[in-house]
């Protein structure tokens, strides 16, 4: 491996690392894959190294940061000073742009200038969960019902994925006159992950809007 190769590696670190802090805690709308992992490597590391290049300018001593010129000079000797005050720079920086699309900041600015009427780019699906503590999870397909604390939900391309804490599992029964109720089969249970194929058709309900009696 050549030594570019590896300096070029050491220099992007901060941007790297900014990226793994934004697929751990962004609420998930499309994952950060393929090509879009070098974007924003690139962007957050050329964004992290430029901020700490002006509070150098303006606060600091005002030298040039060794890295405009490290990656084409092979002679040059990495600042491991400069990466790693660029990676805490980096982290400042991941930290707010995750903050700003949780809480959906963006979208208030572009809102208030009339700009968009959009109010996110998550899907529907997680907008709606967003906010519920407890749910009903209804899979009228399995005739099963799922009731817990709501840990965790995201919606990919293919599947929906709900985490759950505190479960209580019931069956929907329907008897011969075509009426419907439940039955509790299992109760507190600690953890339950479920995925859903987008094709699948289920019905979350807020438990604090909807109670469900058990039928015994």
């Not at 190769?5 to 990226?19: A, H, R």
């Not at 397909?141 to 919606?155: D, F, I, M, P, S």
């Not at 599992?169 to 953890?191: A, K, M, P």
Request: proline share 1%.
């Amino acid at each position: 491996m050549s030594i570019i190769i590896i300096k070029l590696f050491i220099l992007l670190f901060p941007g790297l690392f900014s990226v793994l802090i934004i697929r751990k805690y962004l609420v998930p709308t499309k994952k950060i894959e393929g090509n879009d992992i070098i974007i924003y490597t690139t962007i957050f590391g050329f964004v992290s190294y430029l901020l700490f290049q002006s509070f150098e300018n303006l606060f600091g001593s005002g030298k040039l940061l060794s890295i405009w010129q490290n990656v084409v000079n092979e002679k040059n000797i990495i600042e491991y000073k400069e990466v790693i005050i660029t990676s805490l720079v980096s982290l400042i920086l991941s930290i707010i742009y995750v903050l700003i699309k949780n809480k959906k900041w963006d979208f208030a600015l572009l809102n208030f200038l009339n700009v968009t009427d959009e109010i996110s780019d998550t899907s529907l699906f997680s907008h709606y969960t967003n906010e519920f503590k407890t749910v009903y999870i209804i899979d009228f397909e399995l005739k099963v019902a799922y009731l817990g604390n709501l840990l965790y939900h995201c919606e990919t391309e293919t599947c929906k994925e709900v985490g759950l804490k505190n479960v209580t599992i019931f069956s929907i029964i329907s008897d011969e006159n075509g009426i419907s109720y439940v039955r509790q089969i299992l109760d507190n249970q600690n953890d339950l992950y479920l995925a859903f194929p987008q094709s699948k058709s289920i019905v979350i309900i807020n438990s604090e809007k909807v109670k469900i009696s058990n039928h015994v």
